[in-house]
């Protein structure tokens, strides 16, 4: 019904409402998304999100209420608390060192180096065992192919959503039954990671090394959570964790390599910060990199990993042009458009990390005081618990890709030929994969 098509321009004119009782908020002049924030926004129940999350028993998509309150208060204490992160240390320090081998590897048979892929897998592997305790490649079933095949599904537009009496073309379509097939896929990879944490922790009855299942799992037993509770996060912590990292990560490599000059300074500032004899970018160290983490907020501000925020009023709302929203009503914050608002941003189609210099304070990872002008994972008590956590994955990542490695175009292809094209769903990823010639860095 081209919604996506009507408001992903940046500079169009104040856009009408798609359909009844839908609105979008793009910019200032529309009225600020701080205006919504009192009013409770929730997330619309669309189709593939009540049947991919169990009927929206998912923190992301759970309607707000004291059940909603309490599942946030134990995902953000059990899971995304500094001990927790910490906890996981190890993990992502493996996959640092696994990453630098593949790109070795990549070198030594002079083959060029797939950064999105490559990033991707980072973020997957990471995920899996900080989820499951155990190596992706262990497993039998490939979880990469599930998991697009699911988020492909989530963001997909269902008419049942906006015309319920046409809902039948989705039937018609074959949407609905290959929404059903992805989430049978999906609860059965659940269900055996399940059965075999249980049969695991039978034999040895113990509770150290928790991985994050294992505190659902302990959580449920306890009755605080359902089982269908417990799946839906297992479903928030795998969109959530995988593809918003590696789309940074990748993203920001094809700004840098379009633009030498910030690539080196970020290089000089990695290097010199971190030096040569430890021989990987540690988490201890992100601190230090100030220019690294403007250059990942400016990438989050021009390809926000979540670029279009889909929300449902409780109560009438008026904006502060005095525009006014009944309750009920479902509200698109275009994320996209607002990080390329003239009126937000001065140049705003310019790559230049230095514009956060004066508006953020060194290793902050708050959006909170840019007066919601970036706002790539949402706002208000609806934020994404995850936040931190998906910061310090993409930092760590980009940091260790340009600490260890210096980076090329392909033999023959400009800067001018990198194809910056995006392709859309649940998250904006690049259409066209990111290839480039990696060399090993030798300090002199």
Partial sequence: MGILQTVRPAHAPKT??????????????????????????????????????????????????????????????????????????????????????????RISGSLTVNVSELALYFSCNTTYRMAFGRDIAGDDFNVYDVL?????????????????????????????SRLRKSFLKLDGIYQKFIDRHLDAKSRSGSEENEDLLDVLLRLRKDGQLTEENLKGILMNIFIGGTDT???????????????????????????????????????????????LKRIVKETMRLHPPAPLLIKETMHPVTLSNGYQIPPKTMIYVNAWAIGRDPDAWERPEVFDPDRFVNMVSPGVNSFAHYDFKLIPFGEGRRICPGKNLGMLMAEVALANLLYSFDWQLPPGMSEEDVNMEEA?????????????VAAKFEAN
């Fill in 16 to 105: 009408r409402p798609s359909f009844r009782h839908r609105r979008l908020l793009r910019n200032p002049r529309q009225g600020r998304p701080q205006d919504l924030r009192p009013r409770l926004l929730l997330p619309p129940p669309q189709r593939g999100h009540l049947r991919a999350l169990y009927g929206s028993s998912d923190i992301a998509f759970m309607p707000y209420g004291e059940r909603w309150s309490q599942q946030r208060k134990l995902c953000t204490v059990e899971f995304f608390n500094a001990r927790k992160i910490n906890s996981f240390k190890s993990v992502r320090e493996d996959e640092i060192v696994r990453m630098a081998k593949h790109i070795s590897s």
């Fill in 424 to 436: 859309l769903g649940f998250t904006v990823r690049r259409k066209h994969a990111l290839c480039l």
């Fill in 148 to 176: 697009r095949e699911a988020q492909e599904m989530l963001a997909s537009f269902f008419m049942a959503d906006y015309f319920p009496l046409l809902g039948w073309v989705d039937v018609a379509t074959g949407k609905k």
């Fill in 245 to 291: 990292s590696s789309s940074v990560v990748e993203w920001a490599m094809a700004e840098l390599i379009r633009l030498p000059e910030l690539m080196k300074r970020a290089q000089e500032e990695v290097r010199s910060c971190v030096g040569r004899s430890k021989g990987k970018v540690e988490e201890s160290d992100l601190h230090q990199l100030h220019y």
